[in-house]
């Protein structure tokens, strides 16, 4: 069963390179000339969708409730969001196991941005233009995050191997389950 559509574009989106297909539950497609929408036909029955051009996105990996979508654009990872394309710096927006957890609600996004040495990369998070190093205080090995929640707070893998758990600032090292990584 489909959710019901909220927001400008709808909420399910289905990611095919930099085209992305709308799916509503009950609405009617509403024809639009912006932003390169166009209304086509049914893909399933009863079901309306619209193909909405995300260029210059080349990959789509999340969307939100608001319609903004994070990806990767030629010159490094962007956030769409109504035709408008913003980038996010240096930081490399992450395809976790579940693709919509890395942009929330708020618009914020993780990824992995490069730190000063060679081939480390660090867990960020890039909120209204802001990119913050969220395990700045590792000075070797590469840390990853996984998911964010619409509080902003932050799950993954630290440089440790250990999981973590980053909320206003601080980071929590949630340890193993025993191992010597979680």
């Known amino acids: 069963m489909r959710?019901?559509?909220?927001?400008?574009i709808g909420t399910a989106l289905c990611f095919a390179s930099a085209l992305s297909v709308a799916a509503c539950s009950d609405a009617p497609v509403q024809p639009s000339s912006n932003h390169g929408v166009t209304p086509v036909a049914s893909l399933v029955a009863g079901r309306p969708y619209r193909v909405i051009d995300l260029s210059p996105m080349q990959w789509a990996?999340?969307?939100?409730?608001?319609?903004q979508v994070a990806g990767t654009c030629e010159t490094g990872s962007c956030l769409w969001h109504d035709g408008t394309v913003t980038y996010l710096g240096d930081?490399?927006?992450t395809v976790s196991f579940h693709f919509t957890d890395?942009?929330?609600?708020?618009g914020?996004?993780?990824?992995?941005?490069?730190?000063?040495?060679?081939?480390v990369y660090h867990a960020c998070?890039?909120?209204r233009g802001t990119l913050t190093d969220i395990d700045a205080a590792s000075e070797v090995g590469n840390s990853y995050p996984n998911a964010i929640n619409p509080a902003g707070q932050v799950v993954g893998v630290g440089s440790d191997g250990h999981a973590f758990l980053w909320s206003d600032g601080?980071?929590?090292?949630?340890?193993?389950?025993?191992?010597?990584?979680s």
């Open 3 to 8: 959710p019901p559509c909220a927001g400008p």
């Open 108 to 119: 914020q996004v993780i990824g992995t941005c490069p730190t000063n040495q060679a081939n």
């Open 170 to 181: 601080v980071m929590t090292d949630l340890g193993t389950l025993g191992g010597t990584e």
């Open 61 to 67: 990996v999340a969307i939100n409730a608001s319609g």
């Open 91 to 93: 930081m490399v927006v």
């Open 102 to 106: 890395v942009l929330n609600d708020a």
């Open 125 to 127: 998070l890039w909120d």
